[in-house]
């Protein structure tokens, strides 16, 4: 079926999208011989692993759950990474994962010898932002608990780790990395001889267009060359950007000096990091309010008045029935999603190169009902 004829909401995945940025992130592994693994915390849509798996090396997981996803859907190299580990979790997770990065040197020493082989590293922070505005994505911060500082590194449990890991980035081009790599190794390359990889992280946001891809190789090529060190990088968001749509359908119309669009999607169900970036989502066929002859605010059915996704402008009168296609819906969306004022969860559709579309997942009543008790 055609996306028109989606029942909405739903999530689509646009397939030949996807296999464009696969592409370009796997011209990097074979440019520089780095591997790429899918931090499954920004798109953990799995029936695309297997397409996924094509391109790159594997998955990177925040916890035991998306480990275990990461295993059973794609069952190659399977990283680990969380500020603490459960006592109950920590074995399951030696017999998943190939990499456990540990965010300080208390974890460490607790599991040590609890490891059977795994490769164990240690998260750094290298005090080094290169954000501006989103305070809240900045393990940089003064006193973020994300991350071992040069003072707190405890050099003699050095032998207990092979790698070291930092994740310092969030929508950033190559520039950024290059200065917090500049900064991880003026503090902590003393170490590196001692060691066999090291993880940069994500944030990278490599398949925008104006993405710096030379230099980026650039700087994996220098730690590689440099130092013998396996380089990793765990990109999310740039292994499924701009390659999904999110269908809605408008269902009122309402006026009380401001037209606003009640949709069957929400902000606050559906893209909540419109409320919490916070940002607007591109929307197909709009442009900004006032641009156009037409302008709305677009929000939803639940309570909350702030559910709001923006305001934006159309050619033409907007009206019940009218579907809108938000753009870039892949990242970040389904993994939040929540049933807040029993919102149906959004179906997941696939779209193929030839914009044909197939039903993957269907929600229900259930859904909403089977998380509470
Ligand atoms: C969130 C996260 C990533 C992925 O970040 P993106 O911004 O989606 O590329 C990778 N590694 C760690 C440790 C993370 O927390």
Redesign the pocket.
Known sequence: MKIEELKTPCYVIDEGRLTDNLKILNGVRERTGCSILL?Q??FSCFAEYPLIAKYIDGT?A?GLYEARLGKEEMGLSNHV?APAYKEADFEELTNICDHIVFNSFSQLKKYKDCLKGVNAGIRVNPQCSTQDGHAIYDPCAPGSRLGVTREQFEEEYLPYISGIHF?TL??QNADALKITLDAVEEQFGEYFSRLSWINM????HITRADYDLELLESCIKRIQDRYGLRVYL?????VALNAGYLVTEVLDVVDNGIKTLILDASAACHMPDVLEMPYRPPLKDSADPGEKSFTYRLSSCTCLAGDVIGDYSFDHEIKPGDKLYFMDMAIYSMVKNNTFNGMPLPSIAIMDQDGECRIIKEFGYEDFKNRLS
Do not use: I, Q, V
């Open positions: 931090a915390k920004a990177t925040s990474f994740h969030c929508e992280g994500g944030g990278h765990e990109p999310g968001e740039a």
